[in-house]
């Protein structure tokens, strides 16, 4: 860990600067904008990653009740509970080589061997080696509904699922977007680009990101990497990068979530400062509670505060949807409604995009005070006013 900032040096990426449309507007005045509108918000990269959850299960289970069986001539290990069969990866093999105390070399040439003597002797191989270790001792059996054996690791294996990585990155950095971004069900990585408007230095000669990567299979430690560049280019080339220190967490013992948030954002806001209080602040929005039962009246009040018409809010409306079943952090708080905006202005015209962020940031803003204020108002709304500015169709 470190507490000095990076500093920039090198100008050879002054070219991009001077020659390329440039993503000023959009709070990336470093960056290409034709490799900005290739970039992804955190909406999009979370939406890859919940299909891809959609389709993985996990087992808790000792090895008596996955067994290397021979199906269909091919070695592939059987929920007995269940009777499904799963092939494992090249990196499970890894794994269960480890367990079974096999090595490597003699799996790995027998599983891609199209021969049914070979897989059969794979299986009786597997099979002796899993006998030794202990019947009592509970392993997570990673899969995939597609029949895919993802991973068999040890129950202390600290499990960060992507979906937790992405979203506290999406609360460090809030407006980031993720740049030669790589990920799935399995494995994560690539860059967030760290917006110009929520660093301190927003004259810096240098745009800020962070390299990212986590793996729910063993692949990977969590891990961040801090940097500076001058600029990146159409084709998505840096230049002129310098990187800080990188924090690297095994996945190992029991999760504490609340001490990994702290752990990822101080090791950034240390090396690349940004507006804190403006973070803590938003971060704050989450203990900012609705205690109604519909959030309707909260919303129509916000949209008579901010004169906001009724197509748009039915977009806020939609968005806010999205946002409660992705984090119970959104579910009924100011910050769900905060990211409501900011999510539904996406979709809209730069013009709404632009007054929907300044919304977002004006309610991020609110103090308990100004909370209470608004909720106050907004039990005393009448349903008739709700319907009014809310629905269309009144």
Request: aromatic residues 8%.
């Amino acid at each position: 860990m470190t507490d000095t900032k990076i500093i920039g040096n090198g100008r050879v990426g002054d070219f991009v600067i001077a020659n390329q449309k440039l993503g000023t507007q959009e709070g990336f005045k470093n960056v290409s904008l034709s490799w900005l509108d290739k970039c992804r918000t955190y909406d999009q990269g979370m939406d890859q990653l919940l299909a891809g959850r959609a389709k993985t299960e996990d087992f808790l289970a000792t090895v008596s009740k996955f067994s290397p069986e021979l199906v269909n001539g091919k070695m592939q290990f059987v929920h007995q509970d269940s009777g499904r069969s799963y092939t494992p990866t090249e990196n499970c093999l890894y794994h269960i080589a480890r367990w079974a105390g096999t090595g490597l070399f003699l799996p790995s040439k027998l599983m891609v061997s199209r021969d049914t003597q070979d897989q059969e002797t794979l299986a009786r191989i597997i099979s002796n080696g899993l006998r030794r270790v202990d019947k009592e001792k509970l392993l997570l059996w990673r899969t995939r509904q597609d029949g895919t054996l993802r991973a068999v690791l040890s129950d202390r294996y600290m499990t960060v699922n992507n979906e937790w990585v992405l979203d506290t990155l999406k609360k460090i950095l809030p407006g980031g977007r993720l740049s030669h971004w790589r990920g799935d069900e399995d494995t994560i990585y690539g860059n967030v680009l760290i917006p110009d408007q929520i660093r301190q230095e927003r004259d810096s000669d240098y745009g800020g990101m962070i390299s990212v990567g986590n793996s729910e299979v063993g692949t990977r430690h969590l891990s961040s990497l801090p940097s500076v560049f001058r600029a990146i280019c159409m084709n998505g080339c840096i230049w002129d990068q310098t990187n800080g220190v990188a924090l690297r967490l095994r996945h190992n013992g029991d999760v504490d979530y609340e001490a990994l948030f702290v752990a990822m954002k101080d090791h950034i806001h240390s090396q690349i400062p940004l507006l804190n209080v403006g973070v803590d602040r938003l971060l704050a929005t989450r203990s900012m509670r609705w205690r109604g039962d519909s959030m309707d009246p909260l919303f129509a009040q916000v949209a008579i505060d901010f004169k906001i018409a009724r197509q748009p809010m039915s977009k806020v409306l939609d968005a806010y949807a999205k946002e409660e079943s992705a984090s119970m952090d959104s579910r009924k708080t100011l910050f769900g409604v905060i990211n409501a905006f900011t999510r539904a202005g996406q979709e809209l015209s730069n013009e709404t995009w632009y007054s929907f962020d300044n919304i977002g940031g004006s309610l991020a803003g609110y103090g308990q005070h100004d909370w209470d204020s608004l909720t106050g108002r907004a039990w005393s709304i009448r349903a008739a006013t709700v319907e009014k500015v809310l629905r269309s169709s009144v």
